[in-house]
């Protein structure tokens, strides 16, 4: 899938700590695999804009151009996952479980 990219084959992708000391985190990934973030993100977006009836913006276009010059089914993929996003929004938070950060020090004893 990468011998028609001239280079640029991972992405990293700055995200929320992680854990309670506040380190920096991220998510390294290679671009246009199955699990590729900044595909789903503009998914996401879309999905979101015909929610609200909005149209999709300057930003929203070119990410889309982005995440599907070098797909092979880019269309029909990122329609898919638009589609997906939309049955999610439908279902509401049902069965949705709140991420806690993770534990970097550890509990000490208390003197009292």
Known sequence: RYASRPGGYTRVLRIEPVKEDQAPSAILELVDGPKDMRFAITAKT???AREKG???NDMTAAN?????KF???ADTELEDMVEKFERLAAEGDEGVEEVKKKKVYPELPRSR
């Open 46 to 48: 879309i999905a979101a």
């Open 64 to 68: 889309i151009a982005k995440v599907t």
């Open 71 to 73: 797909r092979k089914n």
């Open 54 to 56: 909005h149209q999709i």
